[in-house]
């Protein structure tokens, strides 16, 4: 196998077929940000191609700027007529630009804690107790301090329905409540959760969400122990060993485990379902990525079962690592809509990325603000203004709950399974 066949996971070049139209810039948040070719899809395909060809080094500074610029959002593939992986191409140059020219001194150490267990759990729950004092929802603002304090704010469980609509803030931090009790099918589909790092942390409360409706909704859900970070941050900074590593462990708790393997980070189960290509086509990590689901994907094979009304007006995100690459569209809808009374809305920009793209947020501050910007703004003139803005991925709970916040909106972010649980809670049926 060839170093680009190696890099590309085939023996085709993903980019080659680009016939140069231009159909993807309308698509491409960066481009729309500061309207220059070289940060839209086909002008970084030319840089990446030039790369390829050796006409460029990994050195050369436009390259550099215009690839660290891209948000791996993969919004330009499902818009280009030609078929453009540009996903695959970009995987492959980020990885030739690690092995060359390394990573900065942020992103290296932000990766080496989510490499290992023993340095993210005990930061991830101290961050836990910190957004329990309330200081960072107190700190949180337009700032570069206030926005980092606003997003840890925003992986709190902040909705609590009552009679009139939502409040923030106001609901306990975890909901304790009985396992659900959905009607048990005999020889039902048998789910292993995959608690993930950030999930099984700052988001524990969805990570029990998932549990409980799955349950109700006839699934048994099964823990299983040895898992780890999927992988997926290192992976898009270009560390594929590092992310292979950790897609082994993975893949060795996994194996074997369930009918189906459920993820509610978009982030984790774009690579989860990955992982075959990402080990060079091993079959037991092509075994394990074919199991993958996101939970709206259960649960919409499932029905939902209908829960009990909530009349909230909400407003669905869909994180790109669902919609573009796991092209899961109706699903999470299938979810909300299985709630009574709900109003459900898709709001302009609803479809494009809200600028978190793992750690690209914390490298890239000011253009992740500027591609946030616009659905914020959106979401701002939105009449009626939505109550809850809701999307299947942490990350972007994190950043659209931060820019909300900094807007001066009073509008909470949830995981749609939150919704549904919350809803299958007032059943009040033995859930
Ligand atoms: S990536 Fe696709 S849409 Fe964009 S310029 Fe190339 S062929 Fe056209
Ligand atoms: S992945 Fe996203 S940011 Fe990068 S070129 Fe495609 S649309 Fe633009």
Redesign the pocket.
């Known amino acids: 196998m060839t170093t680009a066949e190696r890099r590309y996971g085939g023996p085709s070049d993903p980019l080659a ?9 309308p698509a491409c948040p960066t481009y729309l940000a500061t309207g220059d070719e070289a940060d839209s ?2 002008g970084r ?1 030319v840089l990446m191609r030039a790369l390829e060809r050796n006409e460029i080094g990994a050195d050369d500074a436009a390259l550099a700027q215009h690839l660290d610029a891209c948000l791996g959002c993969r919004g ?1 593939e499902p ?4 078929g ?1 992986a ?1 996903g695959r191409g970009l995987e492959a140059a980020r990885e030739r630009l690690f092995e060359e020219r390394g990573l900065p001194p942020l992103a290296r150490a932000v990766l080496g804690m989510f490499r290992h267990e023993a340095l993210w759990r005990p930061l991830f729950t101290a961050a836990r107790a910190l957004r329990a004092t309330g200081l960072p929802r107190w700190m949180a603002g337009a700032g570069r301090t206030g926005f980092g304090m606003g997003m840890l704010a925003a992986s709190r469980q902040q909705i609590r329905v009552g009679a009139t609509g939502a409040t923030r803030d106001a609901m306990p931090k975890h909901v304790t409540l009985s396992k659900a009790k959905g009607p048990k099918r005999e020889g039902g589909p048998t789910v292993a959760l995959f608690k993930g790092c950030v999930m099984d942390t700052l988001f524990r409360h969805v990570n029990d969400a998932t549990r409980r409706t799955l349950e109700f909704n006839g699934y048994d859900v099964l823990e299983v122990e040895g898992q780890g970070c999927c992988g997926a941050l290192h992976e898009h900074a270009g560390d594929r060993e590092t992310a292979a590593a950790l897609a082994r462990t993975n893949v060795a708790a996994l194996a074997g485990s369930g009918d189906y393997i459920v993820t509610n980070s978009a982030g984790c189960g774009a690579l989860l379902k990955d992982y075959g290509h990402l080990l060079h086509h091993d079959a037991e990590a092509a075994a394990v990525g074919a199991k993958v689901r996101d939970v709206s994907e259960l649960l919409a094979m499932a029905g939902p079962r209908p829960g009990a009304p909530l009349e909230l007006n909400v407003a669905y995100d869909a994180p790109c690592h669902l919609q573009h690459a796991q092209r899961v569209h109706d699903a999470p809808l299938a979810v909300l809509r299985a709630i009574p009374l709900l109003q459900l809305r898709l709001l302009p920009d609803s479809d494009h990325c809200c600028g978190s793209a793992g750690i690209y947020s914390l490298l890239r501050p000011a253009m992740a603000r500027a591609v946030l910007s616009s659905k914020i703004e959106a979401i701002a003139a939105a009449r009626p203004r939505p109550g809850i803005v809701t999307t299947g991925n942490p990350g972007c709970l994190m950043q659209i709950g931060a820019g909300l916040i900094a807007a001066g909106l009073d509008i909470a972010v949830a995981h749609p399974v939150e919704l549904l649980d919350e809803s299958y809670r007032r059943l009040d049926r033995g859930y």
């Open positions: 077929p680009c016939v140069h139209c231009g159909f993807c810039l899809p086909r395909i330009c818009v280009c007529p030609s453009v540009y």
